[in-house]
């Protein structure tokens, strides 16, 4: 039984491997076996479900998708490590006055004991955490801070590119017009400027230390064409390098992160703008990751399982089943 527990669509392989009707295995499996038709949650299991012994004192909120677009909010418990006991409530939905409604289900007397919750940047969550847990202090996940300044970089480099595109169509049509064959520039790296655009992705988006030597050459060129991506990118790197900062002192945190801030709104660019706001809106959370350098990556970790877990269903048709053999693993 427990062998086949942790085995996630492979009922019906071992039907075959056994001679025997993988169909009828896999109802015998759910109906008689699993133990899923006797569970106390299956009611509420669509709707959600909730493991109150499994709370603690350091937790992680996030949500991930099911199937069909259908989202739910995962609370886990940091201590467990994405194992058993680690899964503390699964909601549908993110809707944060739901979500307070499930979460008050459990005493108050424990959920004051919780004394820090990460999460992302959304609003939601933030009110979900605030009304759920009050006595918790929020820390916005750093990954989330720099994959929205690495998304504002890539709407500049995806500007450049278009203008690229359309200057190389221009100068075609130029070229054909006047019965001469076009022939791109390519740079030292034997790229054009098409091309040093388009695969210039990935490169911004890590740390120059890891870039390998043609992404160095790649770079060069790219940062002398275009100054803005280089500024944007700097400044990129600058709050990374403020989030490995191993202090503990919140002035010097706070003055260097106003620096930054400075720096950035100097550079008067649109996109740039929106990562601001964003920025004065969460400052407060932002600054606690400081704290205990707590990130949300246990939640994503364990998103990252719920996905490869509903992969090798191909899909999730059985929503209450699924969320059970969840359970079964992580609550």
């Known amino acids: 039984k427990k062998r086949i527990e942790s085995t996630v669509l492979s009922i019906k392989t071992i039907g075959q491997m056994y001679c025997v009707d993988g169909d009828l295995l896999a109802r015998q499996y759910k109906q008689h076996i699993s133990g899923f038709e006797d569970w106390e949650l299956r009611d509420t299991a669509e709707e959600y479900v909730l493991f109150p012994e499994n709370i603690g004192t350091h937790l992680s909120i996030d949500e991930t998708c099911l199937s ?20 503390v409530a699964m909601v549908k939905g993110t809707k944060a006055e739901v979500v307070i409604d499930v979460l008050r289900k459990i005493s108050a007397g424990k959920r004051s004991l919780v004394k820090e919750v990460t999460l992302d940047l959304s609003p939601s969550m933030q009110l979900i955490v605030k009304r759920s847990f009050p006595c918790a202090i929020q820390v916005s996940d750093r990954f989330h801070v720099q ?5 504002a970089l890539e709407e500049i480099r995806i500007k450049h590119r278009w203008e690229a595109i359309e200057a ?21 790296n034997g790229e054009t400027r098409r091309q040093l655009l388009a ?18 050459k790649r770079a060069e060129v790219l940062f002398r064409l275009y100054p803005d991506i ?16 191993r202090i503990n002192d919140r002035p010097t945190l706070m003055t260097k992160l106003a620096r930054w801030y400075d ?19 969460n400052y407060q959370t932002i600054l606690n990751y400081f704290d205990n350098r707590s990130t949300n990556a ?34």
């Open 147 to 151: 994959k929205l300044l690495g998304e």
């Open 298 to 331: 246990s939640a994503e970790s364990f998103n990252a399982k719920v996905k490869a877990f509903r992969a090798q269903f191909r899909g999730v048709r059985d929503i209450p089943f699924f969320i059970f053999r969840l359970a079964k693993i992580f609550a």
């Open 230 to 245: 280089k500024e944007c990118y700097d400044r990129y790197l600058e709050l990374v390098q403020i989030y490995n900062l």
């Open 68 to 87: 069909h677009d259908e989202l739910y909010t995962i609370v886990t418990n940091k201590a467990f490590r994405g194992k058993k006991g680690s899964l």
């Open 168 to 188: 190389e169509n221009e100068r075609i049509k130029l070229e054909r017009s006047q019965k001469r064959q076009y022939t791109p520039k390519t740079y030292e």
């Open 263 to 281: 720096r950035v709104y100097k550079m008067k660019l649109k996109c740039f703008n929106t990562v601001l706001q964003t920025f004065m809106n």
């Open 199 to 216: 695969r210039s992705k990935h490169l911004l988006l890590m740390h120059c230390s890891k870039w390998s030597e043609v992404q160095q």
